[in-house]
């Protein structure tokens, strides 16, 4: 593995408050470097690109409303309008974080506060591509802002749902528990602590048998056949936890959208794939 799993996972947190320097050219080239030969195992070709920027220019071209101080440097993410193309973003640009917390750097997930007409200039983004997210890459600065503390006391940054609401066994409903998943406790585990939009940590995994179905839980109210975008991103984030996590422990298996699956699911829940052991 490029760097230690659980360790990088446990480590990592959002920064939205920088230190004003900017990138080294060793962490520079580390990042560029990594970003060209990153893989996912959904089958799809994204392009994750670092976007520098003069000071004076981000307010104007790459603003991020406010909700970043300090940084002038970016990771961007383009994927294909495909099939699983958003949860491989998700997946490419959470393994893109890890990789930069374990170099020291702190990360901060953006989908919604930026300006997306800029960033998507600065990722020369094609017609048959979409830039779902960015993060801010740099040194994080000693003491965080107020609006920083503001927005971690508000969502509840650090705090995670238990095993009960997220973890299920065959019927939707038996809660799984962590002797139940066995050797998988761990990458569900890792699962639970990863990131997702206001913290809402929107997927739930059933495990029957051979397989993990990962869903969006979406809510009653929800009347679309797919999950929004920002849930197919952050089931993607999951994927990568759990994935890594799989890979480190030598658990093997495969990612597979399998047919059907979305007709069993509750209402207010949406199938997003399976791993499916080998």
């Known amino acids: 593995m490029d760097f230690p799993i ?7 947190r959002s920064v939205r408050t920088y230190e004003t320097r ?14 060209a030969r990153i893989e996912n195992p959904f089958g799809v070709s994204v392009r994750i690109g670092l976007i520098e920027t003069e000071r004076s220019e981000q307010p104007k071209k790459l603003g991020t409303y406010g909700v970043i101080k300090g940084a ?9 309008q495909d099939k699983l193309g958003l949860e491989a973003a998700g997946y490419a640009m959470e393994k893109m974080v890890l990789y930069a917390t374990h170099l020291g750097l702190g990360t901060c997930w953006l989908a919604g506060t930026l300006n997306r007409e800029g960033f998507t200039r600065a990722m020369h983004t094609g017609e048959d591509e979409w830039m779902p997210a960015i993060t801010p890459v740099g040194y994080a600065a000693e003491k965080p802002s107020f609006h920083e503390q503001l927005m971690r ?12 609401e997220l973890f299920f066994r065959a019927d939707f409903k038996t809660p799984l528990t962590e002797a139940d998943a066995g050797a998988y406790a761990e990458p569900l585990e890792l699962l639970r602590l990863a990131p997702s939009a206001t913290n809402a940590q929107p997927w739930s995994v059933v495990m029957d048998g051979q397989f993990f179905h990962f869903y969006a839980v979406v809510g009653k109210e929800a009347l679309a056949a797919n999950p929004p975008a920002i849930q197919r991103v952050d089931g993607g984030i999951g994927a990568c936890h759990f994935h890594l996590s799989a890979q480190d422990k030598g658990l093997r298996g495969a990612f597979e959208r399998l047919e059907g699956r979305s007709a069993d699911a509750p209402e207010g829940w949406r199938y997003l794939f399976s791993w499916v052991k080998a």
């Open 22 to 35: 900017p990138l080294s050219r060793e962490d520079r080239e580390r990042l560029t470097s990594y970003a």
């Open 72 to 80: 002038d440097s970016f990771l961007g993410i383009a994927t294909p």
């Open 6 to 12: 659980r360790e990088t996972i446990e480590k990592r």
């Open 153 to 164: 006391s508000t969502m509840k940054s650090a705090r995670r749902k238990p095993w009960k």
